[in-house]
């Protein structure tokens, strides 16, 4: 079964279980990000990611961060690239700033923050490397820096290209060194059952060669992907889609259109009491989600997923036909 639970450890100790879905922060398309922390500081008690970038532009200090129960601080790929996620109806006008290996370093240097931090190794959008390449400069970032949590992301070789499961096999001996492997849901696959196809290879390489380290993607924070991917043997899940678009019965719909449904108060709302209201409700929302991952692993049951079981039925038979053969 590739749908699980599992655990993170630090110092022999459980750091946090799994499956754990992350509510993400960015400047990148939320210029109010500070304001937007300020609100779900009320809210959110576990995990939360946010940007090296944005720390060391002073978009946003640590010292924001006290209410989370563990902290993903992010490389800061996304912010210094011009693209966007897949969650984005539309691309803004977006130059960001110079980013390098150093200004990562400095920012992993000046931390000071007490709650357990995972940080997420280098990804520059200006430079491709080997899967080696990247497999040396995260293990040298984990010996400099040995008091955080180390996640590896794995990145394409070359532009353009996407994440294949060769690229896995190549490195799969040392992964055991990282305590989570990311991988960018755009960067899988341009199909949906492709990149479920994928997660699940990848994590049929890392249980042959007996590596326990949950998947991450990136960008894959809805009501339905999420699953999907979860089923596919993923078990952290980040992304900004939580603030984007509002989450009702398993679907992932327009702010507006989530203000019209939330009855007649709903419609009354004015865009900003609509965002505080819709970000609330989405968080609680992800808890349950991830309560119905927990039941599904559990149950082996469809039916654990509300509102979604037929299409994680379908979905999932779909995976076994490709994975099997």
């Not at 990148?28 to 940007?51: C, N």
């Not at 196809?197 to 992907?225: T, Y």
């Not at 719909?253 to 900003?272: M, P, S, T, V």
């Not at 379908?314 to 036909?321: E, G, K, M, V």
């Amino acid at each position: 079964m590739l749908a699980r639970e599992g655990s993170v450890l630090r110092g022999g100790e459980v750091l946090f279980r799994t499956p754990l879905l992350i509510p993400s922060f960015s400047s990148k398309g939320f210029p109010e990000m500070k304001k937007i922390i300020r609100v779900m500081s009320e809210f959110i008690t576990e995990a939360v990611l946010v940007s090296a970038y944005d720390i060391h532009y002073k978009l946003l200090a640590s010292q924001q961060l006290t209410f989370p129960s563990l902290i993903f601080l992010d490389s800061g790929g996304y912010e210094s690239r011009v693209e966007h996620d897949l969650s984005e109806a539309y691309g803004q006008d977006y130059k960001p700033k110079k980013w390098t290996v150093m200004d990562h370093r400095e920012v992993l240097a000046k931390w000071q923050s007490t709650i357990p931090t995972v940080i997420i190794s280098y990804d520059s959008p200006r430079r491709h490397t080997s899967i080696e390449g990247q497999l040396e400069a995260a293990l040298k970032l984990k010996k400099d820096f040995p008091s955080f949590v180390h996640e590896l992301l794995v990145k394409p070789e070359h532009k353009g290209e996407l994440i294949e499961p060769s690229a896995i096999v190549k490195i799969a001996k040392n992964l055991g060194e990282f305590s989570i492997i990311g991988f960018t849901e755009h960067e899988l696959d341009h199909r949906m059952i492709g990149r479920m196809e994928k997660l699940a290879k990848m994590r049929g390489i890392l249980d042959a060669h007996d590596i326990s380290s949950p998947i991450h993607v990136f960008g894959s924070l809805d009501s339905l992907s999420t699953a999907l991917y979860f089923l596919s043997g993923a078990e952290i899940f980040d992304g900004l889609t939580w603030l984007r678009f509002g989450f009702h019965n398993g679907q992932t719909i327009y702010r507006q259109n989530y203000g019209a449904i939330r009855g007649e108060n709903g419609i009354l709302k004015n865009a900003r009491e609509l965002s505080h209201a819709m970000w609330k409700d989405n968080y609680y929302y992800l808890e349950s989600l991830r309560d119905q991952m927990r039941n599904y692993v559990r149950t082996k049951d469809c039916k654990a997923f509300d509102h979604i079981s037929s299409h994680i039925e379908i979905a999932a038979h779909q995976l076994q036909s490709r994975v099997s053969s």
